[in-house]
């Protein structure tokens, strides 16, 4: 199976709270919600597009509660995200839920070897295993060079200060673009795959700038 982290982030980066004020008020953020007024049906139908391409799904322990909280409360059939968040099997990473907080419908729980037991998932036959939000997870198995493919949805708007997918500590990364797309709100939907980094640089040769 492919991994594939899909997330929302800011202009600058944030991916903390962004569909409600208290969704995730940790670390004291007050900035939650920051995507609403930049919503439209385009960033329903990507996002639909998300989740139709997994088969099962991978979450930290905040981001599992968050949404089992909220999406098994969404028993509407037409509603594609809710469908997939309620139906697909789901792997919950956490050594403090126990077994009682991993209660939402076909769930297991990882609570030791995160990264052997997400390895031994990959190497299933399948589709996609999908992470979504848990950006402490998200960043692991980054790290580890386990993340196949990134699907971001970035919005038009600067939050400052919250938790961010990369930070000043991320290891140099290139990608591979596989799909960009732009919405008429101003919203950027980049499918990217990790590749080296690399450098350039720019020279006038014969008259003419050009990369050297």
């Given at each position: 199976m492919e991994l594939s982290v899909n997330t929302l982030l800011s202009l600058d980066g944030v991916m903390q709270g962004p569909g409600a004020p208290d969704e995730d008020t940790s670390g004291g953020f007050t900035r939650g919600g920051w995507l609403v007024p930049h919503a439209d049906e385009d960033m329903g139908r990507i996002v639909d597009g998300w989740f139709a391409a997994g088969e099962a799904l991978l979450f930290g322990r905040s981001t599992y509660a968050m949404m089992r909280d909220y999406w098994r409360e969404v028993t509407d059939p037409g509603d594609r995200v809710a469908t997939a968040l309620n139906s697909r099997p789901k792997y919950l990473v956490s050594t403090t839920a126990g077994r009682t907080g991993a209660d939402w419908g076909d769930t297991t729980l990882i609570a030791e070897d995160v990264l052997g037991s997400v390895r031994a998932l990959k190497e299933r036959p399948g589709g996609e295993i999908q992470v979504h939000g848990s950006w402490r997870l998200a960043r692991t198995l980054h790290a580890a060079g386990l993340v196949d493919v990134f699907r971001l949805l970035v919005f038009p708007t600067v939050v400052g200060d919250g938790k961010r997918l990369f930070d000043e500590r991320t290891e140099p990364?290139?990608?591979?673009?596989?799909?960009?797309?732009?919405?008429?709100?101003?919203?950027?939907?980049?499918?990217?795959?990790?590749?080296?980094?690399?450098?350039?640089?720019?020279?006038?040769v014969d008259g003419r700038e050009t990369v050297l």
């Open positions: 990364l290139g990608f591979t673009v596989e799909g960009s797309a732009a919405t008429p709100a101003g919203l950027l939907s980049l499918t990217l795959r990790p590749a080296p980094f690399t450098t350039g640089g720019f020279g006038v």
